[in-house]
Nanobody
Framework: QVQVVESGGGLVQPGGSLRLSCAAS????????MGWYQQDPGKERELVAA???????NYADSVKGRFTISRDNAKNTMYLQMNNLKPDDTAVYYC??????????????WGQGTQVTVSS
């Protein structure tokens, strides 16, 4: 089995910073994709930032220039550095991992989510 655990959320004032972490563990042969998604109540999850195993990154327009995604392949861990936070960034942030097992089948896994609240 694979476990995905997020951490680092919290309450921050506008203009502040947070760093989210996502750690994947368990029966993982390789990780092809890791991404952060945000979800507001009553809405679907939307991609915030993603990174492939080759290091290619993709960002939502709303966070370009403010958020930076990175990963440590040796630790199967992904990070999201969030700077200059705005009230609109308030949401539950979920980590998604697409991983292969030893026989080449891919599966996607979600973490439990971490709340980010930007408010004065």
């Amino acid at each position: 089995q694979v476990q995905v655990v997020e951490s680092g959320g919290g309450l921050v004032q506008p203009g502040g910073s947070l760093r989210l972490s996502c750690a994947a563990s368990g029966r993982i042969f390789s990780i092809d994709f890791m991404g952060w998604y945000q979800q507001d109540p009553g809405k679907e999850r939307e991609l915030v930032a993603a990174i492939t195993n080759g290091g290619s990154t993709n960002y939502a327009d709303s966070v370009k220039g403010r958020f930076t995604i990175s990963r440590d392949n040796a630790k199967n861990t992904m990070y999201l550095q969030m700077n200059n936070l705005k009230p609109d960034d308030t949401a539950v942030y979920y980590c998604k991992v697409v991983a292969k097992n030893s026989i080449g089948y891919s599966f996607q896994y979600w973490g439990q989510g971490t709340q980010v609240t930007v408010s004065s």
